[in-house]
């Protein structure tokens, strides 16, 4: 069993997976709480970290004295040409959904846009080739930008029920203008890329995906767990290539 390890801003999502199938998935709060869940760590013989965080260098040591850990960094082996020009500073989980999407629909022109704190596009051509992307503020952190940096809007909690275009009070203004705005962000970026790569296959991830999903009007493939497939790939493809 292998297990990959997705440390974003907010989550640890830690997946177990029997050679290419998705086995077992938990979200733990901290890596420590996942170090600390040794049942759970030692059903796997490997296992892969992608994070976007820095300083857990203590709780991966934990980690590693159970099981092997690699943590994936720009030196990684990837079954992609990567020619994004500042490679050091790549998201881990940028690159990872890409690879995910990518054994998915190889030879292809995709684009992954994972929906989570930040949306992230990247793009890989039919050549197998990482070329980069976009990335912009996600749904919550436009929510709470429009708190912190006025007098006096207030922070609201996000309502995905909310579908009107005029907002008939300063709450649901900022819903109209947060839900709506992202929904249209994210509609003209595919179009745009379509207009470049008419046979584009478009593929949505992460934590508002399928709020997303359910009202874009374009054609698109939800893979909730693709970075956690991507740092499986990673893994595969270093173990097969020892």
Do not use: W
């Not at 979200?27 to 996942?34: M, N, T």
């Not at 593929?203 to 054609?219: F, H, I, M, P, Q």
Request: hydrophobic share 40%; glycine share 6%.
């Amino acid at each position: 069993m292998n297990l990959a390890i997705d440390i974003g801003n907010t989550r640890v999502k830690a997946g177990l997976f029997n050679r290419d199938q998705l086995a077992n998935l938990q979200i733990y709060k901290s890596l420590k709480d996942l170090a600390l869940d040794e049942e759970f760590v030692k059903q796997a013989q490997q296992a892969i970290i992608g994070s976007v965080v820095d300083g857990l260098e203590e709780d991966i040591l934990k980690l590693n004295s159970f099981i092997s850990t690699q943590i994936f960094t720009v030196n990684t082996r990837i079954p992609l040409i990567n020619t994004y020009q500042s490679a050091s500073t790549l998201g881990s989980d940028r690159l990872s959904a890409s690879i995910g999407a990518h054994t998915l629909y190889p030879d292809k022109n995709v684009l992954v846009i994972d929906v989570g704190t930040c949306i992230k596009y990247n793009f890989t051509n039919h050549k197998n080739e990482y070329l980069g992307g976009a990335i912009s503020p996600g749904i919550l952190m436009r929510l709470k930008a429009l708190h912190q940096y006025t007098s006096k809007l207030p922070l609201i909690e996000v309502d995905f029920s909310y579908t009107d275009l005029i907002g008939s009070n300063t709450q649901n203004s900022i819903l109209s203008g947060v839900l709506n705005g992202s929904l249209a962000e994210v509609e003209e970026i595919i179009n745009q890329y379509k207009q470049q790569f008419p046979d584009l296959i478009c593929v949505l991830t992460g934590g508002d995906s399928e709020y997303l999903a359910k009202r874009l009007k374009n054609s698109i493939f939800v893979h909730q767990n693709l970075v956690l497939k991507g740092l499986n790939d990673i893994l595969n493809y270093n173990i097969d290539n020892q």
